[in-house]
Nanobody, 122 residues
Framework: VPFLESGGGLVQAGGSLRLSCAASGFTLDYYNIGWFRQAPGKEREGVSC????????YYADSVKGRFTISKDNTKNSMYLQMNKLKPEDTAVYHCARLDSSCGGGEIRYDYWGQGTQVTVSS
């Protein structure tokens, strides 16, 4: 299931980036979807997700209040608006389809993209 992420880059601390993810081969609206990130030497971290059933969202405590997930069903795409970025947000960000519920427990993924690098300088 192909995903194509874009929007990563280098930004100073306090800045903003908007990640985009275009999906093909399936309809995003039918699935729980989200973003996870992975930094070198660190475990994968689920950043945010959105539930297909009711549109409810989940955010990791580390990004709550700074990141916003959204989707556009007409474009079969999802987005991650990232504000007030911190150096610790530096990672490769992947959009993904969930193989679990969104929030409320372990989040599992069955398909994801190659990722886009986000680097936040101090």
């Amino acid at each position: 299931v192909p995903f194509l992420e874009s929007g990563g880059g280098l930004v100073q601390a306090g800045g903003s980036l908007r990640l985009s993810c275009a999906a093909s081969g399936f309809t995003l609206d039918y699935y729980n979807i989200g973003w996870f990130r992975q930094a070198p030497g660190k475990e994968r971290e689920g950043v945010s997700c959105i539930s297909a059933s009711d549109g409810s969202t989940y955010y990791a405590d580390s990004v709550k209040g700074r990141f916003t997930i959204s989707k556009d069903n007409t474009k079969n795409s999802m987005y991650l608006q990232m504000n007030k970025l911190k150096p610790e947000d530096t990672a490769v960000y992947h959009c993904a389809r969930l193989d679990s519920s969104c929030g409320g427990g372990e989040i599992r993924y069955d398909y994801w993209g190659q990722g886009t690098q986000v680097t936040v300088s101090s």
